[in-house]
């Protein structure tokens, strides 16, 4: 999907955020995608509804997001507001508007979060590029944007293999790093992001992360890789469910972190492939499983 960085072989959750100019583009392949909503006071999206249906269509986790502008952060909040709605997580661009020269301040930026969440908005993710912060705010301290339990969307667009994106600025440090402006996604040219989340390579469980983070601006606690024997008490299906993962992952990291499935392991599933056992079938005592729980 890209050319600087492939889901297959990095560890993290990527996926584009997108704006008019990419219009109704097909959306499959990817678990999450952020789409443009609104800008200032001034400007909606024309192809945002068109977008979160292709959203929808490829079972991907969606959210919006406000270009912030000099305007009245109280206004720009509202009109945010009135085409989001409560229900849909919103992530601040705060960058230098191209074609009028807008540059939202730090005060714009802190006045716009806590207005558009008093109105009963959803706002934890916060995209502040390093260069803007240097350049343009020169180098504030950012404790009051970080207080306000935002999480911090860099960019650097260097190259991935560089971490560049990770590195700390005004007292925080990135939870999303947006790596790239130009990656190849179904035949479009789109900014791509790198969510780590608490680790998991499951693109499942990383996707339940992100969609906490944006709702709730917090992350889920550390969870640890373990071994968990069987009882007999409990089907495949129902262990990954316990586990947040799928059926799927929890027999990948299995046979990745044994080596290979134990004998009561390895004989229920020839059991349940061949049709002598349902797959709803409790795995018996005596089996080995690796899970991250």
Not at 101 to 120: C, D, H, I
Not at 123 to 140: F, M, R
Request: glycine fraction near 8%.
């Amino acid at each position: 999907m890209s050319a600087d960085v492939s889901q297959a072989s990095t560890q993290g959750l990527f996926y584009p955020d997108i704006s008019a100019g990419q219009g109704a583009m097909d959306l499959s392949g990817v678990d999450a995608v952020c789409i443009k909503r609104s800008e200032g006071t001034y400007y909606l999206n024309p192809q945002y509804a068109a977008q979160v249906a292709q959203a929808k269509k490829a079972g991907a986790f969606y959210f919006a997001y406000h270009f912030l502008t000099s305007e009245d952060p109280k206004s720009q909040a509202q009109f945010c507001y009135d085409n989001v709605g409560p229900d849909v997580g919103v992530m601040v661009d705060v960058e230098t508007q191209n074609q009028t020269g807008s540059k939202p301040t730090l005060a714009q930026n802190v006045a716009f979060v806590e207005s558009l969440r008093g109105l009963g908005g959803i706002v934890h993710l916060n995209y502040l590029p390093q260069w803007y912060w240097n350049s343009v705010w020169g180098q504030p301290d950012l404790t009051s944007l970080k207080n306000l339990g935002l999480a911090l969307v860099s960019s650097d667009y260097t190259s991935y293999q560089s971490g560049a994106g990770w590195a700390p600025y005004g007292g925080w440090t990135p939870t999303i790093w947006q790596y790239s402006d130009s990656t190849l996604l179904n035949g479009v040219r789109v900014d791509f992001n790198a969510f780590l989340g608490s680790g998991p390579a499951d693109p499942h469980v990383l996707t339940k992360e992100l969609e906490t983070l944006v709702r709730t601006g917090k992350l889920p606690a550390a969870r640890t890789w373990q071994e968990w024997d069987t009882l007999g008490r409990r089907s495949l299906q129902q262990i990954a469910v316990a586990c947040d993962m799928t059926p799927s992952a929890v027999l990948r990291a299995t046979a990745i972190h044994f080596d290979r499935y134990d004998p009561v392991t390895h004989d229920y599933l020839d059991r349940v492939l061949s049709g002598a056992l349902p797959a709803t079938a409790k795995i018996p005592a005596g089996g080995r499983l690796w899970v991250q729980r």
